[in-house]
């Protein structure tokens, strides 16, 4: 058996397993009634409260690439890393004030339906196709290897088949229910993904608190991390000179300080959560209220993160650095597992309880996207016109079973490579590059009238070009140094642009093309949405909501600057 994991700790699993079953099944036979209903299966249509929607985005959004990945940027750059869930926060807030009424005003249900009904329909196919492949091809194989291998790494290192196959079983067995099962049950999920990493994260304070010396008190294990790795702590990364070490330009790579704020963050943000059908579905079936509240409740959330997926890297370098963490393997994505070996007997089985919380979540919204993509914009519009709501609701089903089938043949050997990159990179490697040509295809279509369909193609074929040109070429091609951008040397032989400010960058460009070939159409494109003022006010609950986000996140940029 395991060599880390006890008999509580399995027990401790089981439990969370079962309670989590019981409660989806439960949710299950009270829709039952609604079971030949496409809109209640896709989208729980008019079910779903404000704490669900806002518990679901989180538990979706949080996965094992956030665990180990973003834990593993917090070993390196420190609280930097924080930044994307913090900017997420304030992205929520503009997703739920601007983005969702639009959405909700003219019925959209899919990303694709959006772009058949403000561009055309080619537009929506060709993008359709695109996220399908996208979703199973690198979302849901990403998020099933990187999470199969962390979970097995804690299981003894001898199970990554069986824990991919029950990991992939598990997320079927919620999503085969509908949007409302996978909502709900994300509430669970979520509960026990804070809880259990919230833990770690006090046993990874209290863990430095001892080693040096302050006993077990996680305030002064807090303390011990700001003194020993004060680098560590600032928001802001500086640019480098020619004095820096590689490892300084190495960080300013990943993250380009101030200039990441200027341009790729807010790319990366706003695309994710207000044009991505995985996260999107989640409020398209709500009313406006209610899909407002649990937005902003989501970006509350999104506050809380960095305590969890982040600290304990910080954590873990600081022991490591003071040679306390002998264990620490694989570089900095070995980081988050190293400080799980601290976990006593008992809450070692909640973390893998949190973890597979995270996995098994964002699993299952995955495939449930997969779904309601293949199902209402190919399946209904190319192949079976006339499917009834019956038939749809199982080809949707089928469509589960394909997706994780896929998933599950392309990471058993790791035929995509996920393991060589490293998930996290892997994700942002292949979604990246598209974002920026995505993102101004959605925000032009949605508030500037005279944007048209050959612009909007143009847009995301450009945008996918330019961000190959800048991320790839553009040194060789342009120079290191020019008035658009400054290339740094790698330590690899190259010289690269920081990915954010190639990012934006592509959308500038993206922007100024799309821009440039609308006015060639005429003033007012036929299928541009009616917008007006009272779409985009605000309930006095909502403006406190807001006003307490960034009131909180003004607070911590304050104190980390």
């Known amino acids: 058996m395991s060599q880390n994991l006890a008999f509580a700790d399995y027990a401790v699993f089981i439990i969370y397993f079962i309670v989590v079953s019981t409660y989806g099944y439960t949710i299950y036979r009270k829709r039952e009634k609604n079971e030949d209903d496409a809109k209640a299966y896709f989208l729980a249509e008019g079910t779903l409260t404000w704490w669900a929607i806002g518990a679901s985005l989180i538990a979706s959004n ?8 973003m834990s593993g940027e917090g070993f390196f750059l420190g609280i930097a890393v924080a930044a994307y869930e913090w900017i997420a926060a304030i992205a929520l807030i503009i997703v739920a004030v601007w983005f969702i009424p639009v959405y909700l005003k003219n019925k ?5 339906q959006f772009l058949k009904t403000r561009y055309n329909e080619s537009t929506a196919l060709i993008m359709a196709v695109f996220w399908l492949f996208l979703y199973v091809f690198v979302n849901l194989t990403s998020i099933l290897y990187l999470g199969a291998v962390a979970i097995n790494g804690l299981a003894g290192g001898e199970y990554l088949h069986a824990i991919m196959i029950g990991l992939a079983c598990f997320a079927l ?3 085969l229910g509908g949007m409302k099962v996978v909502a709900y049950t994300d509430v669970i999920q979520v509960a026990v993904l804070i809880i259990g990493g919230l833990v770690t994260s006090y046993i990874a304070l209290t863990t430095v608190g001892h080693y040096f010396g302050f006993g077990d008190n996680a305030i002064a294990g807090f303390k011990v991390l700001m003194e020993k790795a004060p680098e560590h702590f600032k928001m802001i990364i500086p640019k ?6 590689q490892l300084e330009i190495n960080k300013y790579l990943t993250f380009p300080g101030m200039m990441s704020y200027l341009a790729g963050i ?24 209610t899909a407002r509240t649990g937005i902003l409740f989501a970006g509350m959330l999104k506050l809380v993160m960095p305590l969890i997926v982040m600290l304990p890297g910080i954590a873990a370098y600081v022991l490591y650095e003071n040679g306390h963490l002998p264990q620490l393997v694989g570089g900095k994505d070995g980081a988050y597992s190293a400080m799980l070996t601290f976990l006593p007997t008992g809450l070692k089985g909640l973390s893998v309880a949190a973890l597979t919380a995270a996995i098994v979540a964002s699993l299952a919204g995955k495939v449930n996207s997969i779904s309601t993509i293949y199902t209402l914009d190919v399946h209904k519009k190319y192949i079976q016109k006339s499917a009834t709501d019956r038939a749809q609701v199982n080809v949707g089903r089928y469509a589960i079973f394909a997706a994780m089938l896929l998933a599950v043949m392309f990471t058993w050997n790791d035929l995509l490579g996920i393991g060589g990159v490293g998930g996290f990179t892997y994700i942002q490697k292949y979604t990246g590059f598209i974002s920026p040509g995505v993102f101004a295809m959605f925000f032009l279509g949605m508030f500037w009238k005279r944007t048209t369909g050959t612009a909007a193609i143009v847009g995301v074929i450009s945008g996918f070009l330019l961000s190959v040109l800048f ?8 120079g290191n140094e020019t008035v658009l951008y400054t290339a740094f040397a790698n330590g690899k032989g190259g010289f690269e642009i920081p990915f ?3 990012m934006g960058l592509s959308f500038a460009f993206t922007m100024l093309l799309m821009i440039a070939i609308s006015f060639a159409g005429p003033k007012v494109n036929p299928k541009a949405f009616e917008l007006d003022t009272e779409m985009f006010k605000v309930k006095p609950q909502t403006t406190v909501m807001i006003v307490i986000t960034l009131l909180i996140i003004c607070a911590l940029y304050v104190k980390f600057w």
């Open 173 to 175: 067995l919620i999503s």
């Open 471 to 478: 991320n790839e070429f553009a040194p060789a091609l342009f």
């Open 62 to 69: 949080i996965s094992a690439e956030q665990f180990i990945g």
């Open 240 to 245: 480098p000179t020619a004095a820096s070490s």
């Open 266 to 289: 807010w790319i990366i943000n706003l695309n994710y959560w207000g044009c991505n059908q995985y996260i999107t579905q989640r409020a398209l079936g709500a009313d406006l209220q």
């Open 108 to 112: 959209i249900y899919t990303m694709p």
């Open 500 to 502: 954010h400010i190639c």
